[in-house]
Each structure stands twice: as C-alpha cells, then as structure tokens.
C-alpha cells in the first residue's frame, strides 16, 4: 500500500542555518504531495504542497519539489529561524481523500 | 470563521468510564476525520466520514465508535475508556481543492488521559 518515509528526528540547527527533511513516498498512483507543520500545543496546518510531477511547492520560505524519479519531495529552507522549531509531517493523497501522514520529524532551532 | 473546533481541551478519565469528543467545522466540508497521535506513531486514523450519514473505519477503529450528526458535526465516543486510549485526539475536515487534491484542516486537538 501507499506510504511515506521521513527522517527520524530531532533535527537540531542554529539559526540561519539550511534546513532539509528527507521525505520519499510509495504510491501506486499520480499522489499529490503535502508538508504539515504542528506547532507546540497545536494541531496540523498545511505547509505546502504539489500535485504533479516537477511541480514546487512554497510557502514562508520553505519549498519542496515533487520528484517522480526518485519519489521524494524534500523540505528545504535556506535560513531557519528559532520560530521554525515545530514538528513536519511529510503526507500523500492518492486517488481519495484520505491523507497518508509520515511519522514526522521534530525540528528545534536554537538562537 | 472558526474552522475546526474541537471540545473538551483537556480531558482525564478513569478506566472503564465513557466520553464523547466534539468536532464541528463551519467550512461545509463534506470529508471529516478522526486521528490519534502518540510519539513516534504520527498519525493514525481512527475513522472517517465521507458524507453526511456515512462513516468507515480507518488504521485504528477498536474501541471507538463515531456519529457524524450532520454536515458540520462528527463526534468520537469511547464506549469504555483504557489506559493503551491515552492520547491526542485530532478531527480534521476536507474538500476537494479544486487543483487535484484534498487538504485536510486540522482542530486544536484534545488531551485524553486515561488512568
């Protein structure tokens, strides 16, 4: 069935770092591909996402790119700040609409 | 437009008592869910509902039921609670974006502690 690897985490950065979160998908299907972020004591919020091959994905300076040939769609942010720390959720949607979660990484920025 | 709120916050119970979570969303979407989190597992789905009137079991059904009530409402019953029931609690609605794909809105989530 379909499913989503992530890199274990923590991830730990200093500020203005380059952040990147590993993520690849199994899927049978054409998925469309999501980042959710969870901040301390909150739920999920889209991040970003892609819905076809090639496309990026932005938002608040993170990005990701759907690669079909190596079934990824890594997260990247050129300058991390201490208000970045949180938990990502790599996901997937395909053909219905249930969303298949990886287990998440948790990302803490120190100052 | 509140979104998806969910009660209790917080809650505490004893083994073998019972209590229903809440869910309403007010964006008229027609897919909701319930999700637990543990640490280490992400998330997994306990139910869900496509439609008013339809509901499906998802990863981790045993020891829930559901009732989606209407369009807006679906709530979470755990008929007799145990401490492996001890966790965070998400609901979340979705539609279709229009662009190829569902994105799912996530509630504040509520603490359950089972003891």
Aim: charged share 20%; glycine share 10%; net charge neutral.
């Amino acid at each position: 069935g379909d499913s989503v690897t992530q890199m274990e985490g923590p991830v730990t950065l200093s500020e203005e770092a380059f952040l990147t979160i590993n993520c690849t998908y199994t899927a049978t299907g054409y998925p469309s591909l999501f980042w959710y972020v969870q901040y301390p004591g909150e739920g999920l919020q889209l991040l970003l996402k892609a819905t076809k091959a090639d496309d990026k994905g932005s938002n608040k300076g993170f990005e990701a790119t759907y690669r079909k040939e190596t079934t990824s769609f890594h997260l990247e942010k050129g300058s991390v700040q201490v208000s970045d720390s949180a938990v990502y959720f790599c996901a997937l949607s395909d053909r219905d609409d249930k969303i298949i979660f990886g287990k998440g990484t948790r990302l803490h920025i120190l100052p | 437009n509140a979104g998806v709120t969910q009660t209790p916050k917080f809650q505490v119970l004893k083994t073998g008592q019972s209590m229903t979570l809440q869910c309403a969303q007010d964006m008229n979407h027609n897919s909701m869910y319930w999700y637990r989190q543990d640490p280490g597992m992400g998330l997994r789905l306990i139910y869900y509902s496509a439609s008013e009137g339809t509901t499906d079991k998802g990863e981790v059904p045993n020891g829930y039921n559901v009732s989606r009530l209407n369009k807006r409402e679906f709530s979470l019953r755990l008929e007799s609670a145990a401490p492996s029931q001890t966790s965070v609690y998400f609901c979340a609605s979705s539609d279709f974006s229009g662009v190829g794909s569902y994105e799912q809105y996530f509630g504040p989530g509520t603490r359950l502690t089972v003891t």
